[in-house]
């Protein structure tokens, strides 16, 4: 099988976030619901500045949109041009040329899975 | 045609301009609607301009326009200003009343005694001009002093070289990097600008971000460091204000060291011994001391630009704040023009809009070629600021607005009546706010138009106009090339666009209006493009042929720029004027100067001890347009609270931790942020701007004076030219943890 992802090139993700409202906006999230995060890495005395895109397990890789138009939300809207979607195979020799580049392979879970389903919390921390 | 069949979901090809991203905009969208609603946004992929890309604002366009708080009626004012006392009306009742008291006003006073109001560079900046116009009112402004957004550029462009220009990012060729005419820039300087959080004036950010992939060395001029300052070169964290001792300073260096194309400047030029004179008073040590910074440093940054060929340079409206924001724009122009970088690929490279279409005039000749002489010369010379300004006089088509605010308040030297008040929401946006607020409540009648209820509209509209997204509306653009189309793609409510309801005023207004409809209109720009309307509206975007004047490059050389068709530039010499013989007519240095800000540590030792830091305000936030979208939950969400970054050892000197609430003090006022750690200059505060919160209490001005940084903001103007010098990029402040932690 073969297993599909995202190739991202943090060196020049500019942390515009177009990323996370196109998820959105594909998915029908609600505000709060993300199917990828840019977290903020500014450390090290402002020595390493970066923004790393993550998906989260809401992110389906857009299987039903690639079918019909070749490639995910996120990969066409982003702002730097630096996603890709492939085969993790080719994203991989992508990734071998390119320094301060990362791959996702996500899995999603199912939207509705919470942690306390199982339990009685007395109506509160649904 | 525009509309694309796909199954049931029509898709609308358009524009993004204004309203929805909030922008300046340009990128082309393809707009999916099924049962007349907006189901998606979509960038077009191989759209010259955004290339597929889209920004958070656009993509979250659906949450802008189905707001449930959008204004979906016209509303005249039941009670006093500043309350929500309103009852809505139809169009016609609303235009009507519009109608009769403008009227009254023009019969009564003069129609110069109403004034046109806009913001930024939203597409209702055309549609103003053209209502005022009809009207017969010479007095259109931007509501900020000094015009100090992009206008100082324009006009130092527009007098040493004729025209405008702007860096190559391959912006106009279809096949953009891949084009085989277009060269890399080797060195991009970004000159006090975050082009990550913005696309300003027809310059979409991101294209720097690409060419840096690319390979183009970058160096980047701003106090913080943002991410870009991170990927830069060369980073040269100046002290806020003093652009214009860098730009001389480096103008020096080129200019000492030879570094300059003397080819170019010997056959394209003139003025140069007058530059080199006045470059040589700011030799390194002189800059180095005002700007903050490293001597070594600026001089690698003049070698590295200069030695690069072709260079790109990109600015931002910090040049323009300055004080003498027209002469920082001048100095950094004169860095371009010295170093050859002009109509080359990957240089920079004159901006026409496409097939010379201009719907958004800005200089008299645009407007003189557009309306004629629609407006009597006796009229003409009532413009507010004319008599002042002769820069106001003679170069672009706009009133001064700080003398308008000065004339509001005290009726001299003719009493302003009235307003038209659209896309700008001042009270919260204006420095000192307060002020600008009394001046507009003095006037007996405000019209606001806007898409939401916003502080302005609350405190001064007497009617307010629900105006429409850029999904919502037809229209056509040329800012710069290609020729776009914007197709309505849904309706909402009883909103209409701003260029509807400019064209439906203006016919009310003027007898002998010539226009049936807005197609009309649109044809009557278009008359000499070549185009048709159709044509456009089909293709959505066309850009110009490769021979055609708007198109680079060397056009200077090939007598595409002059009138007359010689080689040249649009001067009067003919040459790129480095001492500008047009400023010495108008009784101006013609040469650039660098003017220290009012309020700085260097100018006000006396202030600075009780005001340490130095405060900057005004960048641009990717998640809000100026004051815009602190509604919408999925923008807020990126940036919550309004943010005041400073460097981590200077928080820790005033016992300030990341995430604290503090208050901002000066002399002027004080504003309630949050502050979050970033490597900005030590002794600089870089504070957002433009906050108001749509989430309280209406009559209560939603929160907008409580942590709104413009209530620091003095206000007026630095300069001399009536253009440039807002003075928002320094000022002095000091910062304390609040003792109150709540949320604002
Ligand atoms: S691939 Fe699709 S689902 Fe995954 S983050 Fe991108 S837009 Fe969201
Ligand atoms: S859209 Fe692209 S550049 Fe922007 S944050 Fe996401 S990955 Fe980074």
Known sequence: MTVYGLWIDYEYCTGCKACEIACQQEHGFDTEELGIQVLEQLMNGGQTYNFMPIPTDLCDLCTERVQREGRPSCVHHCMAKVMEFGPVEDLARRMSQKPRSVIWAPKPRPRDQRPFDGADTGGSAQ | ?744
């Open chain 2, 1 to 744: 045609m525009s509309d694309i069949a796909d199954g049931e979901t029509r898709i609308v090809r358009s524009t993004v301009w204004s309203a929805g991203a909030g922008c300046h905009g340009g990128c082309g969208v393809n707009l999916h609607v099924r049962d007349g609603k907006l189901e998606k946004i979509e960038g077009i992929a191989d759209h010259p301009y955004n290339q597929g890309t889209l920004c958070p604002r656009a993509l979250a366009l659906k949450d802008y326009a189905y707001h449930p708080n959008r204004l979906t009626r016209p509303l005249i004012r039941t009670g006093a200003r500043g309350t929500d006392t309103w009852r809505p009306a139809s169009w016609d009742e609303a235009l009507s009343l519009v109608e009769s008291k403008l009227s009254a006003v023009k019969q009564e006073f003069g129609a110069e005694s109403t004034v046109f109001v806009q913001g930024t560079g939203r597409d209702v900046g055309g549609w103003l001009v053209f209502l005022a116009y009809n009207y017969g009112s010479p007095n259109w402004m931007q509501a900020l002093p000094g015009n100090s957004c992009y206008h100082p550029r324009l006009l130092a462009m527009k007098v040493a070289m004729g025209d405008y220009v702007v860096p190559d990012n391959s912006q106009f060729q279809q096949a953009r990097y891949e084009s085989p005419e277009w060269r890399l820039p080797e060195c991009y300087v970004v000159w006090g600008q975050n082009p990550v959080a913005t696309c300003n004036d027809g310059n979409h950010g991101h294209w720097i971000i690409h060419c840096v992939k690319r390979g183009s060395k970058l160096v980047v001029i701003d106090p913080n460091y943002t991410w870009l300052a991170s990927r830069a070169d060369i980073w040269l964290p100046l002290r806020p204000g003093t652009d214009g001792a860098l730009a001389l300073g480096m103008l020096n260096v080129i200019i000492e060291e030879e570094l300059y194309d003397k080819d170019f400047v010997e056959k394209w030029t003139v003025g140069f011994e007058q530059l080199k004179a006045r470059a040589a008073e700011y030799p390194l040590d002189r800059v180095a001391e005002i700007c903050w910074l490293k001597k070594d440093l600026i001089a690698e940054a003049a070698r590295a630009y200069a030695r690069a060929s072709p260079a790109a340079l990109q600015w931002g409206v910090p040049v323009d704040m300055a004080p003498e924001g027209f002469s920082v724009a001048s100095a950094i122009n004169h860095l371009w023009a010295i170093t050859g970088n002009v109509e080359i690929p990957g240089g920079m490279i004159v901006a026409r809009p496409a097939f010379g279409m201009t719907a958004y005039p800005m200089s008299q000749d645009a407007i003189q070629d557009m309306y004629g002489d629609l407006m009597d010369k006796d009229q003409q010379a009532k413009r507010i600021g004319v008599d002042e300004f002769p820069l106001v006089r003679h170069m672009h088509w706009r009133a001064q607005p700080d003398s308008v605010i000065t004339q509001a308040l005290t009726g001299k030297p003719y009493p302003l009546k009235a307003s038209v008040i659209a896309g700008t929401n001042f009270v919260v946006g204006a420095q000192d706010p307060l002020r600008w607020r009394k001046a507009f409540e003095n006037l007996d009648f405000n019209v606001v138009v806007d898409l939401f209820m916003t502080p302005t509209a609350m405190a001064l509209a007497d009617v307010v106009l629900p105006s429409a997204s850029f999904a919502e509306r037809d229209g056509i653009r040329a800012w710069w090339s290609p020729l776009t189309a914007q197709n309505t793609a849904i309706r909402f409510g009883d909103c209409r666009s701003d260029a509807e309801i400019c064209f439906e005023l203006s016919r009310r207004l003027r007898d002998d209006f010539q226009f049936e409809t807005l197609p009309d209109l649109y044809r009557y720009y278009l008359k000499d493009t070549g185009q048709t309307l159709e044509d456009v509206r089909e293709e959505h975007w066309i850009m110009p042929p490769r021979d055609s004047p708007a198109m680079p490059y060397h056009r200077h050389e090939k007598g595409l720029l002059r009138a007359d068709g010689k080689p040249g530039f649009a001067t009067p010499s003919g040459k790129i004027e480095l001492a500008s013989s047009q400023m010495q007519e108008w009784g101006y240095d013609p040469l650039p100067v660098y003017v220290e800000p009012t309020y700085s540590p260097v100018s006000r030792p006396d202030m600075a001890e009780e005001y340490p830091l130095i405060l900057n305000t005004g960048s641009r936030t990717i998640a809000f347009f100026h004051s815009e979208h602190r509604n919408v939950p999925k923008l807020r969400r990126l940036n919550p609270d309004p943010l005041v970054e400073i460097h981590p050892e200077t928080a820790a000197n005033y016992g300030i931790a990341d995430g604290d609430w503090v208050w901002l003090e000066n002399h002027v006022g004080k504003c309630r942020m949050r502050a979050k750690f970033a490597y900005v200059h030590p002794r600089v505060v870089v504070a957002q701007h433009s906050w108001w919160m749509p989430e309280k209490v209406r009559e209560k001005d939603y929160g907008a004076y409580e942590s709104n940084v413009n209530m620091l903001m003095p206000g007026g103007l630095s300069s001399k030219s009536g253009f440039g010098g807002a003075q928002v990029k320094s000022v002095l402040c000091r910062i304390r943890k609040a003792d109150d932690q709540a949320a604002a």
